[in-house]
């Protein structure tokens, strides 16, 4: 069984940037769907994207979030990365990364994912 770690959250400024980290262990990122979701307090669960780490795919969301992250991969370090750009307040919440094992043409769209990592706090404050 495959287990995901994020990490690298943390308190930022607003307009500032921070990379997450979605590590992998008990199995590789080869052949995975990887999706990020965040959670703000008294909010659903929200989706951000999905990467393919077979082919590089990749499938975001329209939130708010929207053209101020980007979700890549490196199937060497069985990590997969959700950068941030002009973060604001309001992207305050807890990061998840999930997956799902996967095929090379599969889109990561509409996944239903089988293990979730513990979570990364992200605070956007001044």
């Known amino acids: 069984q495959v287990q995901l770690v994020e990490s690298g959250g943390g308190l930022v400024q607003p307009g500032g940037s921070l990379t997450l980290s979605c590590a992998a262990s008990g199995g590789t990122m080869d052949s995975q769907a990887i999706g990020w979701f965040r959670q703000a307090p008294g909010r659903s669960r929200e989706r951000l994207g999905c990467?393919?780490?077979?082919?590089?795919?990749?499938?975001y969301a329209d939130t708010t979030l929207k053209g101020r992250f980007t979700i890549s991969r490196d199937n060497r370090k069985n990590t997969v990365y959700l950068q941030f750009y002009s973060l604001r307040p309001e992207d305050t919440a807890v990061y998840y990364c999930a997956g799902k094992f996967t095929r090379y043409g599969n889109s990561c769209r509409g996944v239903v994912y089988d293990y979730w990592g513990q979570g990364t706090q992200v605070t956007v404050s001044a």
């Open positions: 990467i393919n780490t077979a082919s590089g795919s990749t499938s």
